[in-house]
């Protein structure tokens, strides 16, 4: 069953409770409210004929001999009073003695008497009223009687009835016109409700759409067009699009890095397939016949063992930049950086002793990350510097309150624009350095490492004046 299903049940089910309540409610008032009215007036007829016996003389009382009562007199012999003579036609009125027998009626006929229940008639003897509905002729009556005291006894009982067909008639099509009302209320509000929940649901059904075209299609571009009030659904659909753009960030770091994975692969490929093709091929060259001249032999070991260290070289390379890459736990410690500083320069100056390398650094100097970590980027920039240019490399060092900034610069050819953002891009090499040893690695390994330090390192540069790495770390 569909939420809009659901929302139109739910809405015309309330609204038939509701109407069934407020119909049973007015038929109930409107049922009662007539029966008093009608208590009301019997009450004033029966009234008026007590007041009237109380005028009159005849005391009927059984002939001499005789234990059964009389025969029931007509209105005009029972008394002249105005009240019996011109009682109202659609009121029943009789007069009965104490023991429940009929007096008189407007005929005075035995067959006019009105029914009055043994309890009724001990209430009426010990002087209460009584109203109670007896059926008479086939029709519903509703019967009072009350009685007549004289002295403290009571002398007659007054009887007054009235039909009641044209009460129950009207409360029969009050009832049927409540209930035709109320189903065509439940059916047309039952058609709102279906137009209205499908309009408000409409935006949950566009969502619906969209989140499947984006199944289909893969085109997390898509974004649910909404343009109503900012409501429950506005924000469902709010929050919607706004998952959709961190969905559409998310692929595409996704897909970046997938062709980055494919680019690494092409790139490992194609690295490890020279020094292996070379040390193929010179072994290809020890294993002829006749054997080459000892010279040669020797010149093709030398090759051989050359290709073996790049290849060893390679293999560390791309160690280094797995374990950075696979997040390994770096310390997040308060590390001495002025003695890293020194013992960096320090060896740079032994591997290129021909070099000017110059240190300016504030002493005591303090980072936030892994020591070793930190070593092997200062390393590579440094290696990276001095690759790079003929001339000298500076490192200055200084920090504040909150951060530490090195920079390693060189004074080299510099780096083109269009060149410059890709050279922290695994294996990126430029064309003019080609000849250099290397693989396009180490920047690589240093962003990596300074990234998960959650420190920072770009590239500076200006073409005829150098390149600048600037690292900053935590302090």
Not at 168 to 180: D, V
Not at 324 to 344: C, H, P, Q, W, Y
Not at 391 to 413: P, S, W
């Amino acid at each position: 069953m569909s939420i809009r299903l659901r929302f139109t049940l739910l809405y015309t089910f309330i609204l038939a409770l509701t109407l069934t309540i407020f119909g049973f409610a007015l038929y109930t008032i409107q049922s009662q409210d007539t029966l008093r009215s009608l208590k009301k007036d019997l009450s004033l007829g029966a009234n008026k004929l007590a007041e009237a016996s109380l005028r009159t003389d005849s005391r009927p009382s059984p002939p001499d001999g005789q234990d059964f009562p009389p025969p029931p007199i007509r209105f005009d012999e029972f008394s002249s009073e105005q009240e019996f003579q011109s009682f109202p036609e659609r009121e029943i009125g009789r007069v009965l003695d104490v023991n429940g027998n009929l007096v008189s009626s407007p005929f005075g006929r035995e067959e006019d008497a009105l029914p009055l229940s043994a309890e009724g008639l001990q209430m009426v003897q010990n002087q209460q009223e009584w109203y109670e509905i007896s059926t008479v002729s086939n029709e519903e009556v509703l019967i009072y009687s009350r009685p007549v005291i004289v002295d403290g006894e009571v002398v007659y009982i007054v009887q007054v009835a009235r039909a009641l067909t044209e009460r129950n008639r009207t409360l029969q099509s009050l009832a049927t016109t409540l209930l035709i009302a109320g189903l065509l209320t439940i059916l047309v509000a039952f058609g709102i409700g279906w137009v209205l929940s499908g309009i408000t649901l409409q935006p949950i059904h566009r969502i619906t759409q969209t989140a499947q075209k984006i199944g289909d299609e893969r085109d997390f571009t898509r974004r649910v067009d909404y343009t109503g009030p900012p409501d429950e659904v506005g924000q469902l659909a709010s929050t919607f699009n706004s998952m959709l753009s961190r969905l559409q960030d998310a692929f595409q770091k996704v897909e970046h890095s997938l062709q980055m994975q494919r680019d690494f692969v092409a790139d490992v490929s194609h690295e490890l397939r020279t020094p292996l093709t070379t040390l193929r091929g010179n072994l290809g060259l020890l294993r002829r016949n006749p054997p080459a001249p000892p010279e040669e032999q020797a010149d093709i070991l030398t090759d051989m063992v050359d290709e073996s260290d790049r290849l060893i070289r390679l293999v560390n390379d791309l160690l280094s930049l797995a374990r950075a890459d696979a997040g390994r736990n770096l310390a997040k410690e308060s590390v001495d950086i002025s003695s890293i500083l020194d013992e960096t320069c320090r060896q740079a100056r032994q591997l290129a002793p021909q070099r000017q390398i110059q240190l300016k650094a504030s002493p005591e100097l303090k980072a936030l990350g892994d020591r070793d970590a930190i070593k092997q980027v200062l390393l590579i920039a440094l290696d990276n510097a001095l690759k790079h240019s003929s001339g000298d490399v500076n490192i200055t060092a200084q920090q504040n309150a909150t951060q530490l900034e090195i920079r390693v610069q060189d004074f080299g050819e510099g780096i083109p624009p269009e060149k410059l953002e890709h050279v922290f891009d695994r294996f990126y090499r430029g064309d003019d350095t080609s000849t250099l040893p290397g693989f396009g690695l180490g920047l690589s390994i240093a962003k990596t490492l300074v990234d998960a330090m959650n420190g920072e390192i770009v590239m500076q540069s200006e073409l005829g004046k150098g390149s600048t790495v600037v690292i900053h770390f935590h302090s």
